[in-house]
């Protein structure tokens, strides 16, 4: 998904409402912390936006250890359809733009499996908050993902199949994408989006096991002062980025088994050995009918073999 273009289309549906702010059944409900427009239908959720943002904002400023600096704008799209088409994908939920302190949410899906609003509030504001304070230096977008859904309790923006690890099927088949791979973008979408998303959080989380919440604050904070992502790895948690993808992947290794494979897909290789018992039984079934069809035969054959004999 290229951010300079849902940009463009964000611009372009903002500068509308300002020619005509009843464009497309928006109204706005602000105060003096958040903006939010949204559908005449989606009232209820707006007063919810501003009813929860204050205790939002509360709980990032204790989990990343910054102070809130912003008042953002928050659109709710009632049209899944309009949504995807601006997001340029049927997996997003919502996302957020930096540049305007801006978040929007598919108000539609909020009431799917794992989608509240707060928890997708949580989340974009989150994105909003480290790009606010991390600006000379271009932050990682695995780090990016990886704290916000960290924050979020291992919630993403995006639709996912809950019975089944993309990551651990990456892991048996050696399919990893390297931390650098994931640095400047993600893939457009499919299981390598799923994977990039759940690799961000693994990642975040081997790295409050092993170096606590302090290692995680450490990093963005020393980012926010300028240093190089690298280079804030190498001063929070005194290894390189390289020796943590290292010890991230061994991590991976020492969990993911194909006996937990097996577990995690274990109707489908019911229904798989049900189709073979299935089939072994209909061969079997055809060899019995060949076989006294055959033997049906024999009498026939040998009476006519009789009667042709000479006396």
């Not at 706005?28 to 209820?44: G, H, I, M, P």
């Not at 639709?159 to 690890?165: A, I, P, Y």
């Not at 991590?251 to 194909?258: D, I, N, Q, R, Y």
Request: proline share 4%; charged share 30%; net charge negative.
């Amino acid at each position: 998904m290229s951010e300079r273009r849902i940009l463009s289309y964000v611009l372009l549906f903002l500068s509308a409402l300002l020619i005509n702010p009843s464009y497309a059944g928006q109204q706005t409900l602000a105060d003096e912390r958040v903006v939010v427009r949204f559908d005449e239908q989606l009232l209820n959720a707006a007063r919810e936006v501003i009813r929860i943002y204050p205790g939002i904002s509360a709980e990032l400023e204790r989990e990343l250890g910054w102070a809130t600096a912003i008042r953002p704008e928050v659109i709710l799209m009632k049209d899944s359809v309009s949504f995807r088409k601006t997001a340029e994908s049927d997996l997003v939920t919502a996302f957020a733009l930096p540049e305007k302190n801006l978040v929007v949410i598919d108000y539609a899906r909020m009431h799917a499996y794992p989608f509240t609003l707060e928890t997708t509030l949580k989340h974009e504001l989150c994105h909003l908050e480290l790009h606010h304070h991390i600006r000379d230096v271009r932050l990682p977008r695995w780090l990016n993902e990886g704290i916000c859904q960290w924050v979020t309790g291992g919630f993403a923006e995006i639709m996912t199949d809950g019975n089944r690890s993309v990551l651990r099927d990456a892991t048996l088949s050696d399919r990893i994408i390297g931390i650098r791979g994931l640095a400047e973008r993600f893939p457009a979408g499919g299981r390598d989006l799923l994977l990039a998303y759940e690799e961000s959080k693994s990642i975040i989380e081997y790295i409050e096991k092993e170096f606590g919440a302090s290692g995680i604050r450490a990093m963005v904070n020393h980012m926010a002062e300028g240093t190089h992502p690298e280079d804030a790895v190498k001063k929070s948690l005194m290894i390189s980025l390289d020796e943590l993808e290292g010890r991230w992947r061994a991590s991976l290794g020492e969990k993911t088994s194909w006996f937990s494979y097996v577990g995690d897909n274990i109707y489908e290789f019911l229904f798989l050995f049900a189709a073979l018992m299935t089939l072994f039984g209909f061969i079997r079934m055809m060899n019995r009918r060949r076989a006294y069809k055959d033997e049906d035969d024999e009498p026939w054959e040998e009476e006519e073999e009789e009667q042709n004999s000479p006396p």
